[in-house]
């Protein structure tokens, strides 16, 4: 399986500011996801980013607070913006491998104050 | 709405024993079935998938499904107390390359 960072590996934000995380792979992926993880909660799909084309986003996710960067096949970019502290979370990123399996970076834990 | 149920436990079995995990989805299509493991503070691990009905063993772990039931389960043999973790369930749809994941169920092995 592929080898998968994130940065950064925790922050604490003001609210109102914005935090882009990056999601790095050691090779080369069509399928690219973000997460959302809530205290003590499952995982929430956030979008699915693609190279090359616009992320597309699931039921209560939009663009405009979480754009999404895909500017090549081992790269990707969450940005969370105009933050409050509802969206303290652990935001992870995953690729898909073989068969629709897919693994997970380390993950990103934001706190928002 | 697809979804994917677990009971979040938690499931508490005794060092040596054998631990069930069960999970249940809504969407009859699924073609794919996944079990991560969580320990806390850490990202979901991939530790088994399995696309057809029947069992599928990868030491320890066995998965089973069966589509007629819209059931996967998760047992696992000789539970240590490392196996202590959250379980997460995910379910493949027929359309696309998402996964849907299920709430967890906790299990605390005990020495």
């Known amino acids: 399986s592929a080898v998968i960072s994130q940065k950064p590996s925790r922050d604490i934000c003001q609210r109102g500011t914005s935090l882009t995380i990056q999601c790095q792979v050691d090779?080369?992926?069509?399928?690219m996801f973000w997460y959302r993880q809530q205290p003590g909660q499952s995982l929430t799909l956030i979008a699915t980013?693609?190279?090359?084309?616009?992320?597309?986003?699931e039921s209560g996710f939009v663009i405009d607070k979480f754009p999404i960067s895909r500017p090549n096949l081992t790269f990707s970019t969450l940005t969370v913006s105009n933050m409050s502290p509802e969206d303290s979370s652990i935001y992870l990123c995953?690729?898909?491998?073989?068969?629709?399996?897919?693994?997970f970076g380390p993950g990103t834990r934001l706190t928002v104050t | 709405q697809k979804e994917v149920e677990q009971n979040s436990g938690p499931l508490s079995v005794p060092e040596g024993a054998i631990a069930s995990l069960n999970c249940t989805y809504s969407?009859?299509?699924?073609?794919?079935f996944f079990w991560y493991r969580q320990y806390s503070g850490k990202s979901p691990e991939l530790i088994m998938s399995?696309?057809?009905?029947g069992d599928k063993e990868d030491g320890r772990f066995t998965a089973q499904l069966n589509k007629a039931s819209q059931y996967v389960s998760l047992l696992i043999r000789d539970s240590q107390p490392s196996d202590s973790a959250t379980y997460l369930c995910?379910?493949?749809?027929?359309?696309?390359?998402?996964?849907?994941f299920g709430g967890g169920t906790r299990l605390m092995v005990k020495p």
């Open positions: 980013a693609n190279q090359g084309s616009e992320a597309t986003y």
């Open positions: 995953s690729v898909e491998g073989s068969a629709y399996e897919q693994y």
């Open positions: 995910a379910v493949n749809g027929d359309a696309g390359n998402m996964l849907t």
């Open positions: 399995i696309y057809s009905n």
């Open positions: 090779s080369q992926v069509t399928m």
């Open positions: 969407d009859r299509g699924s073609q794919s």
